[in-house]
Nanobody
Framework: VQLQASGGGLVQAGGSLRLSCAAS????????MGWFRQAPGKEREFVAA????????YYADSVKGRFTISKDNAKNTVYLQMNSLKLEDTAVYYC?????????????????WGQGTLVTVSS
């Protein structure tokens, strides 16, 4: 499956952005989808994930209550709605897909990765 992330940009602290990740190739509904991010000089970290049906989600503590992950299997797209953005949310955001049947926060469990989209939060 090929993943194309979009929606990044420059936003002021406290603002919102919605990232999208469009998938092509194999049936989208077969995958658990995740968002990860990598800030400058830091390791990649888990942000959020959603089950293949969309019925279960899981978030990193740092974004819980501010970010919402969702997916539209008919449109082959997963979204990350980011509200109340903080300076520390600045990073390149990556969407990823895995064929494992449970939500994972572990990057190497994901088989497919998008190219990343840059989110910059300014003061």
């Amino acid at each position: 499956v090929q993943l194309q992330a979009s929606g990044g940009g420059l936003v002021q602290a406290g603002g919102s952005l919605r990232l999208s990740c469009a998938a092509s190739g194999r049936p989208f509904g077969n995958y658990v989808m995740g968002w990860f991010r990598q800030a400058p000089g830091k390791e990649r970290e888990f942000v959020a994930a959603i089950s293949w049906s969309g019925g279960r989600t899981y978030y990193a503590d740092s974004v819980k209550g501010r970010f919402t992950i969702s997916k539209d299997n008919a449109k082959n797209t997963v979204y990350l709605q980011m509200n109340s953005l903080k300076l520390e949310d600045t990073a390149v955001y990556y969407c990823a897909a895995t064929t494992i049947k449970y939500i994972s926060t572990y990057g190497p469990n994901y088989d497919y990765w998008g190219q990343g989209t840059l989110v910059t939060v300014s003061s």
